[in-house]
């Protein structure tokens, strides 16, 4: 996908059609699967199967060898991320998103992924900025939007 491409997508998820950013974002999440192509893609689904039946150290550990393997994959980081979060490591799954930001400075997933775990270890001014960053690519998350009033609420 070329940067054309890319900026089309981008400029789809700030459109008022909501059908244009959903094709938009799903497109998004493709590029980011199959960033390493089918076998990058393969080894991801791999994680979520063990991740699925409970196998969380085996997930982690295809997860982290990916992420050795691959460092500019970022959605393996984000897995990773992901991983962590669900099993309340949110600094290191704060590092994981960070990661991906640094790699794919529009990966929306990953900002509201930080402002997730912010807002888990009670940070709620930065789960705001990270939650506001999401909203800058993605300007109808109503999710995003939700979460800044809760945080905004929290810090009253």
């Given at each position: 996908?070329?940067?054309?491409?890319?900026?089309?997508?981008?400029?789809?998820?700030?459109?008022?059609?909501?059908?244009?950013?959903?094709?938009?974002?799903?497109?998004?999440?493709?590029?980011?699967?199959?960033?390493?192509?089918?076998?990058?893609?393969?080894?991801?689904?791999?994680?979520?199967?063990?991740?699925d039946?409970?196998?969380?150290?085996?997930a982690?550990?295809?997860?982290?060898?990916?992420?050795?393997?691959?460092?500019?994959?970022?959605?393996?980081?984000?897995?990773?991320?992901v991983?962590?979060?669900?099993?309340?490591?949110?600094?290191?799954?704060?590092?994981?998103?960070?990661?991906?930001?640094?790699l794919v400075?529009?990966?929306?997933?990953?900002l509201?992924?930080l402002?997730?775990?912010?807002?888990?270890?009670?940070?709620?001014?930065?789960?705001?900025?990270?939650?506001?960053?999401?909203?800058?690519?993605?300007?109808y998350?109503?999710?995003?939007?939700?979460l800044?009033?809760?945080?905004?609420?929290?810090?009253?």
């Amino acid at each position: 996908m070329d940067d054309a491409t890319l900026e089309v997508l981008l400029q789809s998820l700030k459109q008022e059609d909501e059908y244009q950013r959903e094709l938009a974002s799903a497109a998004l999440w493709q590029r980011w699967f199959y960033q390493k192509g089918e076998v990058g893609n393969q080894r991801l689904q791999d994680a979520q199967a063990l991740t699925d039946s409970g196998r969380l150290e085996a997930a982690e550990r295809l997860l982290s060898t990916l992420v050795s393997e691959l460092p500019d994959f970022a959605e393996a980081w984000n897995r990773r991320a992901v991983l962590y979060f669900v099993q309340h490591r949110y600094r290191e799954a704060m590092a994981d998103c960070e990661q991906v930001i640094k790699l794919v400075p529009y990966h929306f997933g990953a900002l509201h992924g930080l402002g997730l775990c912010h807002a888990a270890l009670g940070q709620y001014g930065a789960a705001i900025q990270a939650f506001r960053q999401a909203l800058g690519v993605q300007p109808y998350a109503l999710v995003n939007q939700r979460l800044i009033l809760e945080c905004t609420a929290q810090l009253s």
